[in-house]
């Protein structure tokens, strides 16, 4: 694999280093050289689409106006105006949350907010960069509609973004509610899209072993495909298959290649994990961490994109 192909994803921009999901940890994570930004969008009460993960304000990470860390998780961002959503800010983790415990390494930005998905493509074209991607996951829940608007609504909104900025060829649209893809699928067929799968515990979204089918495969039956995961996720028409790292196999990632999908894993954090997958010959990995997967590629002559030194 050369290193222009390797695909190396900043998870949430990135998170072990800088507040997830805010312009300024973009910016360092173009800095460093990620070849793609993967980021998690919603959409608030007046149809403004803006970069956050979870559908309502994190007490983890977001302080009020005044500076104070939120007792609780705060409204749904579905049904906040994205005025009163900028008042909040997410620069800094709160202290002694288990959060904090997992991203020792994260450095605060203080001021940062909420930013709409347009004032990210706005800023790498300020930047001058034409080459960085962007890998964006709608979040919508099937099995929790109320979290957010539903998927084809939020998705056209969304698409009209994209296509404002000009941004289309440089996007993948990925979601684990894999009726997303169908809405891309129909309405924007030039842009690629990307199927998220976990089967992990209780977040398992597949249901390979269940009575009936999963309502994240967007109508399809994981039942009817005999074990496969990659044939799944042929089916679901996307050109990428990101599963949960931890469910992943050598084997799999053959049969993927063999279908003809790109594998991009997340979220690889720890090195011994990184050279693992990498040995799979994935296509890339999505990671909290990309300056370590970074020294990683390196030392396997795959460095990537240019950027800061690790």
């Known amino acids: ?139 919508v829940f099937p099995i929790q509609p109320e979290l957010s ?24 649209i990925q979601s684990f509610d894999w009726r997303v893809l169908n809405v891309v699928h129909r309405l924007a067929p030039g842009i690629a899209t990307g199927a998220l799968t976990d089967q992990q515990g209780d977040d398992d979204t597949v249901h390979f072993d269940r009575p009936a089918p999963s309502p994240w495969l967007g109508g399809l039956d994981a039942r009817q495909f005999n074990g496969s995961v990659p044939r799944l996720a042929k089916a679901s028409g996307a050109g990428t298959w990101s599963p949960n790292y931890l469910d992943l196999s050598s084997a799999q990632v053959a049969e993927a290649h063999a279908l003809g999908l790109k594998v991009v894993p997340w979220t690889v954090n720890e090195p011994a994990d990184m050279e693992r997958i990498l040995s799979m010959d994935v296509d890339g990995m999505i990671s909290d961490r990309p300056d370590l997967l970074r020294a990683v590629l390196r030392d396997h002559g795959l460095a990537g994109r240019g950027g800061a030194p690790v």
């Open 1 to 139: 694999m050369s290193s222009a192909a390797f695909d190396l994803q900043g998870h949430r921009g990135a998170r072990g280093l800088w507040p997830e999901n805010t312009l300024g940890g973009f910016a360092r994570a173009l800095a460093l050289g990620v070849t793609t930004f993967e980021l998690d969008c919603s959409i608030t009460r007046d149809a403004v689409v803006v970069i956050s993960h979870d559908p309502q304000l994190n007490p983890d990470h977001t302080r009020d106006a005044q500076g104070h860390f939120l007792g609780q998780p705060g409204p749904l961002i579905c049904t906040l105006d994205y005025a009163r959503l900028a008042r909040y800010d997410v620069g800094r983790i709160r202290p002694g949350s288990d959060y904090a415990r997992a991203h020792p390494q994260q450095q605060p930005l203080d001021g940062e907010r909420i930013p709409r998905l347009a004032d990210l493509f706005a800023m790498v074209a300020a930047q001058g960069d034409r080459t960085v991607r962007f890998n964006i996951e709608v979040k």
């Open 149 to 172: 608007l539903p998927p084809e609504p939020f998705t056209q909104a969304l698409l009209q973004v994209v296509t404002v900025a000009g941004a289309a060829a440089r996007c993948t």
